[in-house]
């Protein structure tokens, strides 16, 4: 027994199987005397609902963990490289990408017997935009153990020049003199620019260039800003619509037992009106029969009190 692979079979159970599986494997580790492996695994953490459904898209569908880690390398390489056409058709397979995985992984839950709502799809699929931005985040996903759902950054990395050097001419050190095989000259002097000299043309479009790529990602940052306010939005919006939907089940189920409840005293007042009339029956007959046998007893005593009478005379 070892820490890895006690981790690996402990994130591939359920969530609500996790502690009791967790705190066998350490009792385990203890009678085996390995104390300190026993503190580990009794260090692991419960997955939340949205973490355990990233890892079982690890483990139930393997093939697609590849194909995710290069897109976000592709994706990030292009980045690098300002690469606007490559940018937006990675960025169309991104939101496919994400989206089909997003749905596969709420699919996979229901099968394992823990359905999830949106909220949860929602969860994962922000695991997986931080997965194609992040390498770190690329492989905790990879692993198939993650605690809680990752949390991607506004974007992509910024290249690391935001404002790349036209090719083709000489570098310059950070004291503005140009190099040449690793040694600085010194400085040029500038040359005077002549009457209808258009050399600094393309100067003038690079720098033109540089503002559009500025203005182009601080609109693409503002927009990715704005993106995951509403899609935090749209999560609370999802846990209040479930928190609803969960008070209308509770009510329904209140509703039934109700109703349930008021039919059997409909139920029971019918058998008590019922009862009640058999009873006022009852007492009438048994109000006829007194009197006659009052009556009865009246008669006789009448009866007796002649004959009486009779001897005597």
Request: hydrophobic share 35%; proline share 4%.
């Amino acid at each position: 027994m070892d820490l890895d692979s006690v981790a690996d079979e402990l994130y591939g159970l359920r969530p609500e199987e996790f502690v009791a599986a967790r705190d066998r494997r350490a009792r385990d580790a203890r009678e085996a005397g390995e104390q300190a492996l026993a503190k580990e695994i009794g260090a692991l953490r419960r997955p939340s609902l949205a973490a355990w459904a990233g890892n079982l898209l690890v483990r139930r569908r393997p093939e697609e963990v590849e194909p995710l880690l290069g897109l976000g390398e592709e994706l990030r390489r292009a980045h690098r490289e300002l690469d606007g056409t490559r940018l937006r058709e990675l960025a169309r397979r991104q939101g496919e990408v994400i989206g089909t995985l997003g749905r596969q992984a709420r699919r996979l839950a229901e099968r394992e017997g823990h359905p999830v709502g949106e909220s949860v799809q929602r969860e994962v699929e922000e695991t997986l935009h931080a997965v194609l931005a992040d390498p770190e985040a690329a492989r905790a996903w990879a692993a198939g153990r993650l605690v809680k759902p990752l949390r991607s950054t506004f974007g992509f990395p910024q290249a690391d020049v935001l404002e790349p050097r036209p090719s083709g001419g000489p570098r310059r050190a950070a004291d503005g003199r140009r190099e040449k095989g690793g040694h600085r000259e010194e400085r040029e002097e500038p040359r005077r620019e002549k009457p209808g000299d258009t050399a600094v043309e393309p100067h003038g479009n690079e720098l033109a260039r540089r503002r559009r790529i500025k203005e182009a990602r601080r609109a693409a940052h503002d927009a990715e800003g704005d993106l995951r306010d509403r899609e935090a939005e749209a999560r609370s919006a999802d846990a209040d619509a479930e928190t609803a939907r969960d008070r209308v089940a509770e009510t329904e189920r209140r509703v039934r037992e109700l109703r349930a409840e008021l039919r059997r005293a409909e139920r029971e007042r019918q058998q008590a009106r019922t009862d009640e009339r058999t009873a006022r029956e009852r007492a009438r007959r048994a109000g006829r029969a007194v009197r006659e046998a009052r009556h009865r007893a009246g008669t006789a005593a009448e009866r007796v009190e002649r004959l009486v009478a009779g001897e005597r005379d």
